[in-house]
């Protein structure tokens, strides 16, 4: 026996920040009181200040889904007709959503490890121009792919319609001007680049969204925007929050915020690229090769070799999780994460770990070629040795 630690390795839920984590051990708090309200308005005024954005944020006891949902239920009424630009498994999760709640949904969808192109949302856009809502990813987690959500804001922007943007991985791993950009919808999970468990989501929302709001008649009562608005503004939510998470996520937008949100999205794309260099060094094939994400990186399972296989040797010589593909692409592809805390230590030991897998299933690697890739990759970004953040 030899000691493994666990590793979680996955695009969400991601590791946890050490001082989020011990900062849940003092949730026997009540939620209506002075001390709790103080948490739960640093929050909502860190996530602002973040997210960077004079948009109002709401935040919901619930895991990332629950954002969307409260999105389609708050602003939209049955029959109205919305696009959905999708990319893969959670852009599906998009059009079967505004299908559940009987929006005309017309679905502009490409083949999974490709991205939706801003102007075939244009030319949808134009054909349709009663349309009240665009949706999309900007971060496709299960491809590994990412949007160009700039250009496709200048698109919706110039139309009646709002454009809403699951960003549940686009935060934290790549640029997002909510304001500037048209992003009247952004949507974010706490399981992701936020580094505490899952089970807290989040929306900013703008003007032109609000007043969607005013129009909606779909039924809802838990997710309730308005509600939720009003109880914010009084440091408080509409009902019992998830204290635990509140408290954990104060922690980590203290240190994304000592970080910089610019510096966090840095890590992931350099994380992401050394990732690349390293899989291609090593005669693997990326998934998403045209526009690919920095949330993580999808790479194809060689000829042959079942991705299941990969995934079940990390966890039993390693006791690294990661991530398989979802639905069809389950078997083919696997999903080196980036998004959060994680450091270049652990994509050494995840690329030395693959080289070791790969060899001993039949794969041909000369050891160190991928890690090499890693190294000149941090040598080349000049990776300034800082102290380590507590
Ligand atoms: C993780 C994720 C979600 C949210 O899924 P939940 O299980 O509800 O948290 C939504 N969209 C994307 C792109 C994701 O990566």
């Given at each position: ?20 984590l011990h900062a849940m051990m003092a949730s026997d708090i009540h939620h209506r009181t002075e001390d709790f309200r103080k948490a739960y308005r640093s929050c909502l ?121 699951d960003a549940i991985t686009g935060l934290g791993t790549m640029p997002l001007n909510i304001d ?211």
């Open positions: 026996m030899h000691i493994k630690k666990q590793r979680l390795l996955t695009p969400g839920p991601t590791p946890l920040y050490p001082p989020a005024a860190d996530l602002k200040e973040v997210l960077h954005t004079s948009h109002d944020v709401l935040l919901f006891a619930a895991s990332g889904t629950g954002a969307m949902d409260a999105t389609v239920s708050n602003l939209f009424s049955k029959g109205d007709k919305v696009i959905v630009g999708s990319a893969g498994k959670f852009g599906e999760r998009w059009a079967e959503m505004a299908r559940a709640y009987g929006l005309d949904a017309n679905v502009v969808s490409v083949p999974y490890g490709q991205v939706v192109r801003p102007g075939q949302l244009e030319e949808a856009l134009a054909r349709e121009p009663a349309t009240k809502g665009v949706f999309v990813q900007a971060s496709e987690t299960s491809t590994g792919a990412a949007h160009d959500v700039q250009a496709m804001g200048r698109v919706v922007a110039k139309t009646g319609a709002i454009f809403v943007v500037g950009w048209g992003l009247d919808v952004l949507i974010g999970g706490s399981q992701k680049a936020f580094m505490i468990p899952p089970g807290l989501a989040l929306l900013s929302i703008s003007p032109k969204a609000w007043r969607l709001s005013e129009t909606s008649t779909l039924p809802h009562y838990y997710f309730d925007l308005k509600k939720e608005k009003k109880s914010g503004e009084a440091g408080e939510s509409s009902w019992t929050p998830a204290t635990s998470l509140i408290l954990a996520l104060a922690e980590s937008l203290r240190y994304i915020k000592q970080l910089g949100m610019e510096q966090l999205v840095e890590n992931a794309q350099l994380l992401a690229h050394a990732t690349r260099a390293a899989v291609v060094a090593m005669g693997l094939e990326l998934f998403s090769p045209g526009s690919p994400a920095a949330s993580a990186t999808a790479v194809k399972a060689p000829r042959g070799m079942d991705s299941g296989v990969i995934i079940k040797e990390f966890r039993n010589r390693f006791g690294a999780i990661i991530a398989d593909g979802q639905g069809t692409m389950k078997g083919q592809i696997f999903r080196i994460a980036h998004l959060g805390y994680f450091d270049f230590a652990d994509l050494f030991g995840v690329v030395a770990g693959l080289e070791i897998i790969l060899k001993a299933n039949g794969f041909p690697v000369t050891y160190g070629t991928g890690v090499a890739a890693v190294e000149q990759v941090y040598e080349q970004a000049a990776v300034k040795p800082q102290p380590v953040h507590a």
